[in-house]
């Protein structure tokens, strides 16, 4: 397997979906300024796995299936600006830069969050209109970014205790970051109209990407002392021994897909990275 031919197509999805974002804010407002600062230098990742799993079952992505993408990063960015707020994560920077809310002021901080989820909402209402196959995708979207998924895992994050052990550890990341893997793989998987078998597949595979692309992200972290981090709990030896099992159960969920280079390429990629 190539691994330049993913890297490229991750880079050729970027600016695809970059196009649209040019396209979609342009109006001259701090809104419309403040939601594409909060979707600039990301990687993209989960707007990815959409258009590489349409790929995969479908063979081609339609003008559709990019808008549903740029959904999907609209609610990754949303998330994020969230997250940095005051109230919340209080993180000043994100992506090598301020923070939304420290460049805009917290108030705009707010609404521009507001207003990236409510615009993802209206692309998802728009696509299901002209083809029911979307309804079922953005209703599993948003079951899982709701209060039983990613919103809850934040909130088990910001109540958590001082002391806590792996079972809570890995829920939190079930939760905040494999629930939204989840989201998006699926949602590609419904779209393209395959098998309840391969639906629960592609679930358990973004369980375990989802878990290793956040114990990876604990092992590259050099200051974590208010954060949660697997390395509170075992050191980086044992933390990489768990990430090798995690990673052996991710491949093993898509053995059976065809053509699954692009899976098996993504668990090297995203819990072998070193930044």
Known sequence: MNNDIYINRLRENRKLLNDYIDQ??????????SMKYAL??????????????????SKDITKEDILYALAIE???????V?????????????RGRESVHRHFGEDIGILAGDGLLNEAARILFKLALK???????????FDKLGKDGVIYGQV???RRRDSYDLDFLLKVYDKKTADFFKAALVSGGLVSGISEVKIKSLEKFAY?????????DDLLEED?????????LMDKDEARLLLDDINKKCFNEIKGIENNDFYIFLIQYLTKRKY
Do not use: V, W
Not at 24 to 33: A, H, R, S
Not at 40 to 51: F, N, P, Q, T, V
Not at 131 to 141: D, E, M, T, V
């Open 131 to 141: 083809n029911p196959l979307y309804i079922k995708a953005s209703s599993y979207l």
């Open 40 to 57: 600039a230098g990301g990687k993209m990742i989960r707007a990815s796995l959409y258009l590489e799993t349409r790929r995969i079952f």
């Open 224 to 232: 974590y002392k208010d954060e949660i981090n697997i390395l509170r």
């Open 156 to 158: 088990l994050d910001l």
């Open 24 to 33: 979609y804010f342009q109006k001259e407002n701090i809104l419309d300024e």
């Open 82 to 94: 969230h997250d940095d707020l005051p109230s919340m994560d209080n993180d000043d920077f994100r």
């Open 208 to 216: 375990y990407l989802g878990l290793g692309f956040q114990i990876q």
């Open 74 to 80: 609209m609610i990754q960015a949303y998330t994020l």
